[in-house]
């Protein structure tokens, strides 16, 4: 059904089953995926009505019918049978409409093969396209069919060309039934005229839907809905000869609205103003309810003249309303609070600055509480099939890493005692900051008395001087921000025999180096920050902050790093994106990210192994180009074969004794910094 209110009225179909047809209900539900992909939601009910009727007192005859065991059954769908269904098209239309436009529109079915018309129509209503759930071919007089997919081409694109280039105006609201007529006419001939001067393939598609029977049939006498059909036609197509007087007086007045430099809708509104009295003035016979336009694919204009509510403040995904977070003090939380575990539907969510402990002494958070998740990020992705990007292609969400206890940081840093005084020495040989004084040089700052002397005792001598007397001074400054980056897929959990500790995880080994990486820049000096990240699919990347730049490094920091866990797949070029771009906020000099991973960019919904493997490569150029070095550790042995090819020859190192790990990564970061 692809939308809430269709799913709504599906609900109320089966109360009525349920209260006039009971034996049917099962059996119907047991075909119900044959009867949605052949009938709409109006021809479901029709098709139910019908054997309600004809087999109410007949409980046999019920379960036969609705079991499709019956050939009434299968002759009435056949009858109630429809081409193409929204729910079937509706990708392809968004991204039709978002080539056209550069921009997403927000389409949504709406069922109206019910008794009425209504719905058959298009319209614009609170951000969203709303089109009929299905089409069928449509016959023109020639014998030929267009096809159902065009039509849905043609209504969404009529539709998104208003909501481009049209706006309500209160004048319109205010007008006559017949001006509401007359401006709705113009509006449509005139975004359409825009949109083609953009698009002229447009044309072609509207003006083939508007030489259908209704809309050309030029009788002695013709109705109302002929009339303005044709005008429309005649308002599109320029080659289009038509005898009628209110022809020629709409192109005339059109004209007049296309010239309009400033206020078109004043010239709009005048020419409505003006028709509307010719119309009446000819007696015309106008009705809203019974003329309505017979053209297939444009919508029914009350975009136009329906103020837009300035109050809705829901998120157009889902139509409701927002959801309100309202910050509240410990007496408000305890006397007024309704529900204290409501659920993600709730009108309002209050906040207490401090933790709510219930009676047995238990938060409410511990209790009920869900982690916090960030806003969610896009970034796009890199398709090498195609060479192109596809925009805002994965969705990157920073969540909160679990807590675990600082004391197993402790007690490793204490049993890698030895290591940690090793790293110390190390550190201290770093190039130290402050003001360095480079000696022998020839275009120094000042002179070097010394060899100054040396040279001109030389010169004395008949020996040929050393040049090299200058003392340059220059102002040494470690001006470098660096993030560690950490796979946590599900094969950091593998286990490792390792000479000295026996059987270790992968995922245990990367916690280890990582302490000692903060350990060793805490001594240092770098501003550092600590991140890890898994993947769900492409509109699942987690990313965790065990560190930012400014946070201290204490207990807290040591707890989420005890509390690692490893999970889910690896989607390496969108979590480099996303540590880019908080990197890239840092108005440090040098920058570099350090990848620790244990196998190649995988995730769930990729079979292509080359597909994320050249958008992680991507994604390392694009680092590259803001000044960002990314350097990778892997722990695969047999990384040789993609990850030069993905990082460059000089921006990888593979780790061959895993056991290592903890000593080598810090290692690595001090002599690359030097």
């Known amino acids: 059904l692809g939308e809430l209110e269709l799913f709504r009225g599906y609900l109320l179909l089966l109360d009525q089953l349920l209260a006039q047809a009971p034996r049917g209900v099962r059996p119907m539900l047991g075909k119900i995926e044959v009867l949605l992909e052949k009938m709409t939601l109006g021809g479901l009910r029709?098709?139910?009505?019908?054997?309600?009727?004809?087999?109410?007192?007949?409980?046999?005859?019920?379960?036969?019918?609705?079991?499709?065991?019956?050939?009434?059954?299968?002759?009435?769908?056949?009858?109630?049978?429809?081409?193409?269904?929204?729910?079937?098209?509706?990708?392809?239309?968004?991204?039709?409409?978002?080539?056209?436009?550069?921009?997403?529109?927000f389409l949504r079915p709406t069922s109206g093969d019910y008794e009425t018309r209504e719905g058959y129509q298009p319209y614009i209503e609170n951000y969203f396209i709303h089109v009929p759930d299905a089409y069928d071919d449509v016959e023109n007089a020639r014998g030929g069919k267009t096809a159902a997919l065009e039509l849905y081409r043609a209504a969404a694109a009529h539709a998104a060309a208003h909501v481009v280039f049209s706006r309500y105006d209160p004048r319109f609201e205010l007008a006559k039934p017949l001006q509401r007529l007359w401006i709705g006419i113009l509006e449509d001939a005139r975004v359409e005229h825009l949109a083609i001067q953009k698009f002229p393939g447009l044309f072609p598609l509207w003006q083939h839907l508007g030489r259908l029977p209704a809309c050309v049939e030029q009788a002695a006498e013709p109705e109302t809905v002929a009339i303005m059909d044709r005008i429309s036609l005649a308002l599109l197509d320029a080659d289009y000869a038509d005898p009628h007087p209110f022809v020629a007086k709409a192109r005339e007045a059109f004209i007049r609205v296309l010239a309009a430099e400033e206020d078109v809708y004043d010239v709009l509104m005048a020419a409505a103003e003006k028709l509307a009295e010719e119309c009446e003035k000819s007696s015309w016979n106008y009705s809203v309810q019974k003329d309505q336009s017979e053209s297939p694919y444009r919508d029914d204009n009350r975009y136009l003249w329906t103020a837009p509510a300035t109050d809705w403040s829901g998120d157009p995904l889902s139509g409701g309303q927002a959801q309100v977070h309202k910050y509240v003090s410990i007496m408000e939380m305890i006397n007024a609070v309704d529900v204290e575990t409501a659920g993600d539907d709730a009108q309002e969510v209050w906040v207490l600055a401090t933790e709510f402990y219930d009676d047995d002494g238990l938060t409410f958070n511990e209790k009920e509480g869900k982690t916090p998740v960030s806003q969610p990020v896009n970034y796009s992705e890199w398709d090498y099939q195609t060479q192109l990007e596809r925009p805002l292609w994965v969705t990157v969400y920073e969540k909160h890493p679990k807590m675990g206890d600082p004391s197993e940081i402790n007690t490793m840093l204490e049993q890698q005692k030895p290591l940690v005084q090793r790293l110390r020495k190390l550190i201290e040989a770093v190039q130290p900051q402050g003001v360095?004084?480079?000696?022998?040089?020839?275009?120094?700052?000042?002179?070097?008395?010394?060899?100054?002397?040396?040279?001109?005792?030389?010169?004395?001598?008949?020996?040929?001087?050393?040049?090299?007397?200058?003392?340059?001074?220059?102002?040494?400054?470690?001006?470098?921000?660096?993030?560690?980056?950490?796979?946590?897929?599900?094969?950091?959990?593998?286990?490792?025999?390792?000479?000295?500790?026996?059987?270790?995880?992968?995922?245990?080994?990367?916690?280890?180096?990582?302490?000692l990486l903060a350990e060793a820049l805490e001594r240092i000096g770098d501003p550092y920050m600590l991140c890890g990240f898994d993947s769900n699919g492409r509109h699942d990347v987690e990313f965790y902050k065990f560190k930012d730049f400014d946070a201290p490094y204490d207990d807290k920091v040591k707890g989420r790093l005890a509390g690692m866990t490893g999970q889910l797949s690896t989607r390496m070029g969108a979590a480099l994106r996303h540590a880019g771009h908080l990197l890239d906020q840092r108005a440090s000099q040098k920058k570099l990210i350090l990848l620790l991973t244990d196998g190649e960019p995988a995730d769930n919904d990729v079979r292509d192994p080359q597909y994320l493997r050249f958008d992680t490569k991507k994604a390392v150029e694009e680092l590259n180009r803001k000044g960002i070095r990314t350097f990778c550790l892997s722990l695969d042995p047999y990384a040789d074969e993609y990850v030069s090819r993905i990082f460059g020859q000089r921006n990888y190192l593979v780790l061959d004794h895993v056991d290592k790990l903890p000593e080598k990564l810090p290692q690595l970061y001090i002599s690359m910094t030097k």
Do not use: C
């Not at 001598?461 to 560690?484: A, E, K, Y």
């Open 436 to 515: 360095v004084r480079t000696r022998k040089v020839e275009d120094g700052d000042e002179i070097d008395i010394n060899a100054a002397i040396l040279a001109m005792t030389d010169i004395r001598m008949g020996q040929q001087p050393d040049p090299r007397i200058g003392i340059r001074t220059r102002l040494n400054i470690r001006d470098l921000s660096v993030m560690l980056l950490v796979d946590l897929s599900e094969s950091t959990n593998d286990l490792l025999r390792t000479r000295s500790e026996g059987d270790v995880s992968v995922l245990h080994l990367a916690r280890e180096a990582t302490a």
């Open 46 to 105: 029709r098709w139910a009505s019908w054997g309600i009727s004809a087999y109410r007192s007949d409980f046999a005859a019920q379960v036969e019918f609705f079991g499709l065991n019956t050939p009434q059954s299968l002759a009435v769908l056949q009858q109630e049978r429809r081409g193409v269904l929204f729910i079937d098209v509706q990708r392809r239309l968004i991204m039709y409409l978002r080539a056209l436009w550069g921009r997403d529109f």
